[in-house]
């Protein structure tokens, strides 16, 4: 199975902390699509990563997609962790937190790109609007870390996957925000999955 992402993307991170935590052997093939040299596109048609592509030379992207087949592989070593229910409903709901997430780190992309221009360039109602999005994004996902051990009750989710990945993104890309400061669960949550080995292994260059 092979990989294509960058080092920094917290979507990329999000399957990378699935493949470890289930302990998949994987190659990744590091690309950035910001690089003119990027061969993203070769891989999916909309330039972003990350990508996969499978053992049977299937290839798949967004994030998402690449985290359901992560979950259906039979080849995964037995009692590796699942971390969406198999639990039609029960899934729905992770994966609706899943998007939460990642709506969070769509806006925080927004903010990153739109901050890198000359400041007399940067269109101040864009930005508050996306900062709007990542603001109601972390209240919604503060009550509910604030209501159980994780995200999604008592057991690591997809959603606590994603959320570590875009909060601890957001503290290199948009450091100006300081979302632990009106956030203690969120910030307790990220805190015991930034302990774990895979997010360990996968902390983005400096
Ligand atoms: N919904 C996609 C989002 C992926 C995404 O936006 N990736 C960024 C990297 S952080 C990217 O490749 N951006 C390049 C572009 O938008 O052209 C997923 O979950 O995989």
Redesign the pocket.
């Known amino acids: 199975m092979k990989l294509i992402?960058?080092l920094?993307?917290?979507?990329?991170r999000?399957?990378r902390v699935m493949l470890l935590e289930k302990n998949l052997p994987f190659d990744l093939v590091i690309d950035?699509?910001?690089e003119p040299s990027t061969h993203?596109s070769d891989f999916?048609p909309?330039?972003?990563?990350?990508?996969l592509v499978t053992d049977e030379g299937e290839t798949l992207?967004?994030?998402?997609?690449?985290a359901e087949y992560i979950e259906l592989l039979d080849v995964a070593p037995p009692h590796a962790p699942k971390f969406l229910p198999a639990d039609r409903a029960a899934a729905l709901r992770i994966r609706q937190l899943v998007m939460l997430a990642?709506g969070i780190?769509?806006a925080g992309?927004a903010v990153f790109l739109e901050i890198k221009r000359p400041v007399d360039h940067q269109d101040a109602n864009w930005l508050a609007r996306q900062h709007g999005k990542i603001l109601r994004g972390l209240a919604a996902l503060e009550s509910r870390a604030s209501a159980s051990t994780w995200l999604a009750g008592e057991e690591m989710s997809l959603a606590d996957i994603a959320l570590g990945c875009v909060l601890l993104?957001l503290d290199i890309r948009v450091s100006t925000l300081k979302w632990r400061d009106d956030h203690p669960a969120l910030s307790r949550l990220v805190a015991t999955l930034s302990a774990r080995p895979s997010f360990q292994n996968t902390i983005p260059p400096a």
């Open positions: 992402g960058s920094t993307s917290p979507y990329v999000k399957i950035s699509p910001w993203v999916n909309l330039g972003k990563v990350p990508a992207f967004d994030s998402n997609i690449l990642d780190a769509d992309v993104w």
